[in-house]
C-alpha cells in the first residue's frame, strides 16, 4: 500500500530524505526562478489575453500540485508561451478578448485539459503522445513562434490589430500602422533591443566580471526584470502613460480566488477538441523538458506519472482562477542550473509568487505592455528553429513534407488546424508506407542455404518454384498489396506451378491478411499452382493453427526456406533443387 | 500510344479478338441477366427510397460504360442492395423520401461518387480501400443486411414505418402493427415462403429433372420471377389493390431523360462523406466479387482501371437519372455461370433492361410492393454471415471487436457512422499495436554466433554489455518507447557500461526516431555508457550518414552483432567475450 502511494505521491519518496542542505539549494533556485517568473508570468498573460494577474495565479498552486506529484526534480511549471498562445486561439473563437467569459473559457481550458491528463495518467495512455511525430512539434512550435512574434508587434506599435493567422495580423498592422504610438515604439524598441544585447552579449561581462559559467548563465537571465524596473520607472517618472503609453495599471491584490468553474454541458463539449490539443501539446513540451534535464542527473521521469503530475497542476490552476500551465523550457533549464534538488523548489517558488502576488502588484502599475511585448518576441524567437527544418529536408523528405505541411497550416489558418494537419500527414504516410511492403523474390546464393533478392545478389533460381520473400506484419492495409503482387509474379507465369511465401519478417497477420492467403490459396489452386509458406514465426503459426487456412492450404508451412526448397524439388521434379533450373 | 489507349479502355483489348461463339455466349447470358435484373432494379429502387424506374435507368447505360471501361469479363453492375440503402441513408438526412429534392440527391450521389471514383482511378489510388479491413467489411454487410431486411418489413405488413437505425425500426413497426392489411401479409408471407423454398430446394429438383449443376444453379435464380408473375397475376385477378394492397402502379415509359445535375456548392459539399462512403464501400464489394470470378478462369482484373469503370459507370448512371451502381455479387455469379465472356455481356443486358423499359412497364402496374420487398429480405438474409464473426472470434479478439462495433454502430446508430467507427478502430489498433513493438534483451547461444531472447533461450550474457534487439521498424510513435525501454534497462543498472542496439527487423528510421536515437545516445553518454548499433541495413545505413548522429555516436555501428559483442569485450576488457560474464 505504501508504495503504491509513493508511486502516486512522489513526494513521499523525495521527502523521506529531505535534507537541510537540499532545503538550502531549493530555496536558492526558488529565489532565482521567482525573480524569473514574475514577468513570464505578466506576458504570457498577456499573450492569452487575459487579465495580468491571471498569469500570477496560474504560477501559484500549480507549482504546489507539481510538487506533490510530479516526477521530475527540475521542472518548473508555469504559464509557457505556445500553450498561451493555444489558450487565446481556443477562448477567441467563443468570446470577446477582455469579456468575463474569455476568462471563465481560458480557466475551463484548464480545467477540461487538466482533467483529460489525469486520466490519461491513471488509465497509462500517455502512448497518446506518441502520435505527435517531432517534425510535426517542432514545425508547430517554429510556426507558433513565428506567430506570437508577430501577435505581439501591435504592443510595440502601440495599436489595436487583431487576426489569428499570419496573413490576418500582417494585414491589420499595416492597416494600423499610421496610428502607431511614438513613445511606445521607442520602449517597444529599446526593450526588445536591449534583450536581445543581453542574451547574446551578457553572459560574457559577466564571466569577465568574475562569475563562473553558471552563475553567469543564471545572471543573464536577469535581463527582463532590468527592462521591467526601467520601464516602470521610465513612464512614471516622464508620465508617459498621459502621452499614450499603455499601461498594466491596476493588478487585483491578494491571492486567487478559490472557485469552482460552471458546468455547461454545451460550452464543454466545444471545448474539448482545443483541450485535448492543448493537454497534449503541453504534456509533450514539458515530458521532453524534464527529459533531457533528468538525463544530466542520471535521473529517471515517469511519464505516465507526469500526466497525473500536469493535470493536478492544471485542475489547481482551473481552482485558483489561472488558465492552462505545463513545464517551460527556459525557466525549467535556470531551476536546474541554479540547483532545484527536488520538487520542493518549485513549492518554494509558488511561496515567493504568492508573496509578490500579496504586495509587489501595486508597483507595477506603471509597467508598459509593450516592454512586457518585447520579452515575449524575445523569449520566442528562440523557438523558431531553422536548423531543424534544414535537417528535416537533408534526412527524409517524407518529414520534410509533414514539418512544412504543419508550419504552413498553423501560420495560414492557425494553431489547432496546424496540429491536428500535421498529425493527420504523419499518420497517413505512415500507413500509406506499411500499405505498400517492401518484398523480394529471392533465389539461393551459390550452394549455401542463405536465399536473397534476385535483383540484387547473384543468385540461383527455379523456374517452376518461385519464392517471394514480404519484409511486414501482414495487415488488412497490405494484404490485398500481396495479393496483387503474388498475382502478378505468377498468373501471367505458365512455368510457375510452386509458389513459396518466405515469412522472416511477418510478425503478425491479422483476419484480413488471413482472408488475403486463402484467397491466394484458392486462386494459385485454381491455376493448378501450389501454394507454400517458409520461416513462419512461432506466435504468428499458434494464429494460424486456429484457423481454417493449414487444412486448405494446398502446399506446406516448413521451418526453413532452404528446407522448402529442397522438399519440394526431392518430392515434385525427384532432384536436388540446385542442380536442375 | 495505342497500348495506352487499350489500358485506359479495356474493350480495344477483348474487342479485336470478338468473334461470332463469343457474341452467342454473351448474348445467351445477357438474356439470363436481363430477366433476373427486372425484378432486381426495382426491388432496390424501392429500397433506396427511390420511384421504381429509376432502378430500370440505373441497370441501362451503367451497363454500357462498364463494358467499355471495365476490366472484369463477368461484372454485372448495377443496383445492389447496401449501396441502395446507403444512398437511403444519405438522402433521407436532407430530403424528404419520395419529393423531387430525393430524387435529386440521390442522382447527385451518384455523380459525386462516380467523380470520385475516376478521380481515384486516374491518381491509381485504389489503395485507399485497403483501409477497410475485412473485419470491418463483413461486419458492415452483415448488418446492413439485418437492417435492410427489417426495414421491408413494412412492405409486407402493408404499414407505413419509419427509422434508419434498427431500434428506431422495429419501435415503429411495433407501433404501426395494429394496422397492418391482411391481404398484403398474405401476399408478402407467401412470396417470402416461395422464394426461401426455391432458394433451398429448387435446385434439387431442376436436377433431378435433368439439368445439370450449372443449369439448375442458374434456374434455381428463377424464383424471384415466378413470383413477380404470379403476384401480378393475383392482384389483377382478386382485384386485391381495392382492398389496401399496395402496387407499383404507372411507372413512365420510355427510356431515361438525359439531363445534367444541378450545381449546388452548399449541396454538393454536405453530399461529400456520404459520396465517399458509398464510392468506396461500393468499389470494395465489386473489386471482390470481380477477383473472385476473375481467378476462377485464371483472369486478372486491374483494381485501379476498375475504379475508373465504375466511376464512369456511376457518371453514366446519374447523367441518366440513375442512382448510384456497382458490381453485385449474385447477378456477377449468374453472368458467369450463364456463360459471360466479355464485358460486351453487360451491354446486351443494358439492350434487354432498354427494351423492357420501352415496353414492358404497364405490365408491371399491378406488381404489388409486397412481393418487391419478400425478394429483397430473401436475397440479403444471405449477407448475413454469422460463421464470419466465429471465424474472427476465434482467430483474434483484436479482429473480433473491430467486427462487433461495426456491426452495433451500424445497426444502432446508422450505416455511415458504422462504417467510419469501424476504419477508425481498426487503424487505431493497428497503430497503437506498432507504437509498442515487441523488443528482446538478446544473449549468445552457446559459443555459437546467434544471438536470442534471454528469457526464452539458454543465453550466455555479458553484465557489462547489454544488447536489446528491437522487432520493428523506428517510426515517430514507437521512438519514445524505445526510449523508455532501453532507459528501463540501463538508467537502474549500475553495472552496464556498453548498450548495443541490435536492429535486423528496423526497415526504417523516421527523423523522430533518429531523435529518440540522438536522445539516447546523449543520455547514455551523460550517464557514462556507451551506444553501439549492430546489424543496421543497407538502406537504412545509408540515412543515417545524411544526420548527424553517427558522428556523434559514442560508440560505433558493426555489420554483425557477433561482431560487436566480440570487438568490444576484446577493447574495451582485453578478453573474449564468452568467457568473462
Not at 510530479?70 to 493555444?86: E, F
Not at 490589430?161 to 513613445?183: C, D, F, M, Q, Y
Not at 454545451?266 to 527529459?291: D, H, K, P, T, Y
Request: aromatic share 8%.
Amino acid at each position: 500500500m505504501t508504495f503504491k502511494l509513493a508511486k502516486y505521491f512522489p513526494i513521499l519518496t523525495w521527502g523521506r530524505t529531505y535534507t537541510k542542505d537540499t532545503f538550502v539549494n531549493d530555496g536558492m533556485a526558488a529565489i532565482i526562478v521567482t525573480v524569473m517568473l514574475i514577468p513570464q508570468s505578466l506576458a504570457y498573460a498577456l499573450l492569452a489575453g487575459l487579465p495580468p494577474q491571471v498569469g500570477l495565479y496560474a504560477s501559484i498552486l500549480p507549482l504546489v500540485a507539481y510538487a506533490i506529484f510530479g516526477t521530475s526534480r527540475a521542472l518548473a511549471v508555469g504559464p509557457v508561451a505556445v500553450v498561451s498562445l493555444m489558450t487565446a486561439a481556443a477562448a477567441s473563437k467563443l468570446a470577446l478578448q477582455g469579456s468575463p467569459e474569455y476568462l471563465a473559457i481560458a480557466i475551463l481550458l484548464a480545467l477540461i485539459s487538466g482533467v483529460m491528463l489525469l486520466v490519461m495518467g491513471l488509465f497509462r495512455a500517455g502512448f497518446i503522445a506518441n502520435f505527435l511525430s517531432h517534425p510535426v512539434i517542432s514545425g508547430f512550435i517554429t510556426a507558433s513562434g513565428i506567430l506570437i512574434a508577430f501577435s505581439q508587434l501591435k504592443h510595440i506599435l502601440g495599436v489595436k490589430a487583431t487576426g489569428h493567422n499570419l496573413v490576418e495580423i500582417i494585414r491589420s498592422l499595416l492597416e494600423k500602422l499610421p496610428e502607431t504610438n511614438i513613445p511606445t515604439l521607442i520602449i517597444g524598441v529599446l526593450a526588445t533591443g536591449f534583450l536581445f544585447w543581453v542574451r547574446k552579449n551578457f553572459k560574457p561581462v559577466l564571466q569577465k566580471l568574475g562569475l563562473s559559467e553558471k552563475h553567469a548563465g543564471i545572471g543573464a537571465r536577469v535581463g527582463p526584470v532590468i527592462v521591467i524596473v526601467t520601464s516602470i520607472l521610465a513612464v512614471a517618472i516622464f508620465n508617459l502613460a498621459d502621452q499614450g503609453v499603455k499601461i498594466v495599471g491596476d493588478i487585483p491584490k491578494g491571492l486567487p480566488p478559490f472557485a469552482v468553474p460552471e458546468f455547461d454541458m454545451g460550452l464543454w463539449r466545444s471545448l474539448l477538441a482545443s483541450s485535448l490539443i492543448i493537454a497534449i501539446i503541453g504534456f509533450v513540451e514539458s515530458v521532453s523538458v524534464a527529459q533531457t534535464l533528468a538525463a544530466k542527473r542520471r535521473q529517471r521521469i515517469d511519464p505516465d506519472q507526469e500526466l497525473i503530475g500536469l493535470g493536478v497542476s492544471n485542475i489547481a490552476s482551473a481552482l485558483s482562477g489561472g488558465y492552462p500551465v505545463t513545464g517551460g523550457f527556459a525557466r525549467s533549464a535556470v531551476n536546474f542550473d541554479a540547483g532545484a534538488e527536488t520538487p520542493a523548489a518549485g513549492g518554494f517558488t509558488a511561496i515567493g509568487i504568492a508573496l509578490a502576488t500579496l504586495f509587489l502588484t501595486p508597483l507595477l502599475y506603471f509597467l508598459p505592455i509593450a516592454a512586457l511585448a518585447a520579452t515575449i518576441i524575445v523569449a520566442v524567437l528562440s523557438l523558431v528553429n531553422i536548423e531543424t527544418i534544414k535537417q528535416a529536408w537533408q534526412y527524409s523528405k517524407t518529414d520534410f513534407s509533414a514539418m512544412m505541411a504543419t508550419i504552413f497550416l498553423t501560420l495560414t489558418i492557425g494553431v489547432e488546424a496546424g496540429v491536428m494537419a500535421g498529425v493527420a500527414i504523419s499518420i497517413g504516410m505512415f500507413l500509406f508506407r506499411s500499405s505498400r511492403p517492401h518484398y523480394a523474390i529471392v533465389g539461393q546464393v551459390g550452394h549455401t542455404e542463405h536465399f536473397r533478392n534476385v535483383t540484387r545478389h547473384d543468385v540461383i533460381t527455379n523456374s517452376r518454384v518461385l519464392t517471394l520473400r514480404i519484409d511486414e506484419s501482414l495487415y488488412f492495409a497490405n494484404a490485398r498489396y500481396l495479393e496483387d503482387a503474388i498475382y502478378e509474379h505468377t498468373l501471367d507465369n505458365d512455368k510457375v506451378e510452386h509458389v513459396i511465401l518466405m515469412c522472416p519478417a511477418v510478425n503478425d497477420i491479422d483476419l484480413s491478411a488471413l482472408e488475403s492467403l486463402e484467397a491466394i490459396n484458392a486462386r494459385l489452386k485454381s491455376a493448378n499452382i501450389t501454394f507454400h509458406l517458409s520461416e513462419v514465426k512461432g506466435p504468428v503459426m499458434d494464429k494460424l493453427k486456429r484457423s481454417h487456412f493449414l487444412a486448405d492450404l494446398t502446399g506446406e508451412v516448413f521451418l526453413s526456406q532452404h528446407d522448402a526448397i529442397k522438399r519440394i524439388c526431392i518430392n515434385a521434379y525427384d532432384h536436388e533443387p540446385e542442380y536442375y533450373l
